[in-house]
């Protein structure tokens, strides 16, 4: 532009630069303060490569024109014309940035033409997800997205341990961190929300959508990497209900177990998992709270652990652990209460009452602090390492 200025015997006061695209009207910054400053009398004309340097919206041609027609605005100069407030040369200004818009236009237009063809085609335009490779094609629509080695196996096992053992998004961060050793394709760390956008991602089992919120549904031509029934089923553990409180949820077993592995305590968690007739079922997983990041002891079912417990409670002595001695003070209690308050006398055989059977109706159907008062009864500590419950 300076040569030609020179060329053109013309005096440049301030040079500018403009980064943002002329697409859009009023989305420049640098263009918005030069309109500006025309309008004050600061510059008289403006030297540019080409008239759709200056625009390619209907919005800022506008502008342009309005400044020459108020003849604040004497010329617009380019490599090879000139414009000036002249009806001729304001029209072929206005032709020259309207034909750049068409094109524009066009352009945009094909390229949506062209993602939705390879979208029908079964690929899906832009950057396959994590498990996936784009392979490299001379003709960028007919490039295919191929599994990739080395991380789809892992993909595939968090699908599976949620599904089968109920793990937490937060464990399954713990385990591609460490034990994995798990890495994107930019040899980063993955998030907690890359984890569940994996989760929730039915590209996996051959289905994209696109453009993403569309509603316009494809199948994918890319070897899935789970099955859809997978992906329904992990979907459907995860979408529980709004978590209370943390630590307000009461179980029944989390105070009376210990890991027999690293010797801390054990959490509990719930998950809902979805049937085929469209109920949910709900489940809670028992674990190793795992402030020793190192202990890989298995999640277990509450349901598991209890026929562990009725299990115990057959095969104890319950003489020793106190149970039948608690029972009767249960006994005398109540038998006072009825002959205070409405004067009847019961007299109750302690001998013919089956305590085992009643321990084992208040472990399957107690409330959770008649359970551990049950369970305290053993005077041992009950320790739970490979799924399996151990009195010490």
Not at 35 to 55: C, E, K, N, Y
Not at 131 to 144: A, Q, V
């Amino acid at each position: 532009m300076l040569v030609v200025a020179k060329r053109d015997g013309l005096e440049i006061v301030e040079i500018r630069r403009e980064s943002h695209s002329a697409k859009d009207s009023g989305q420049r910054p640098v263009f918005s303060q030069l309109i500006t400053d025309i309008r004050s009398g600061m510059f008289t004309g403006i030297v540019t490569w080409a008239p759709d340097r200056l625009s390619r919206n209907a919005g800022d041609l506008g502008s342009l024109v309005d400044l020459m027609d108020q003849g604040v605005l004497e010329e617009i100069r380019t490599t090879g014309q000139k414009f000036t407030n002249s009806p001729n040369e304001k029209f072929l200004l206005m032709i020259l940035c309207s034909q750049a818009k068409l094109e524009n236009d066009n352009r945009g237009i094909n390229v949506k033409r062209g993602l939705k063809n390879k979208c029908e085609l079964g690929v899906r335009p832009g950057v396959a997800p994590l498990g996936y490779l784009n392979e490299r094609s001379l003709d960028r629509n007919k490039g295919r997205i191929i599994i990739d080695p080395i991380r789809a196996p892992t993909i595939k096992q968090l699908f599976r341990f949620v599904a089968e053992r109920g793990v937490s998004g937060r464990t399954l961060l713990k385990w591609l961190n460490t034990e994995a050793n798990f890495k994107t394709r930019g040899n980063k760390r993955i998030t907690l929300s890359g984890v569940y956008r994996i989760l929730g991602n039915p590209f996996y089992y051959g289905m994209f959508e696109y453009p993403k919120g569309g509603d316009n549904w494809y199948k994918g031509t890319h070897e899935p990497i789970i099955t859809k029934e997978l992906f329904e089923e992990v979907r459907a553990m995860l979408a529980v209900a709004p978590r209370s409180r943390y630590g307000s949820k009461e179980f029944a077993f989390t105070k009376m177990l210990r890991c027999g592995n690293c010797g801390n305590g054990i959490s509990a968690e719930e998950k809902f998992k979805q049937l085929r007739d469209g109920a949910v079922r709900k489940y809670v997983y028992y674990h190793c709270s795992r402030f020793d990041q190192t202990c890989k002891q298995p999640y277990v079912r509450e349901d598991e652990l209890l026929v562990q417990f009725l299990d115990i409670i057959d095969k104890v002595d319950l003489d020793k652990t106190g149970m039948r001695k608690k029972l009767e003070t249960e006994v005398e209690r109540m038998n006072k209460f009825t002959a205070d308050v409405l004067g009847i006398q019961n007299e109750v055989k302690i001998p013919k009452m089956d305590v085992r059977g009643y321990a084992k109706y208040v472990l399957k159907n107690g409330k959770p602090e008649e359970k551990r008062e049950i369970l305290g009864c053993l005077k041992s500590m009950l320790k739970l390492a490979d799924g399996k419950i151990s009195l010490d």
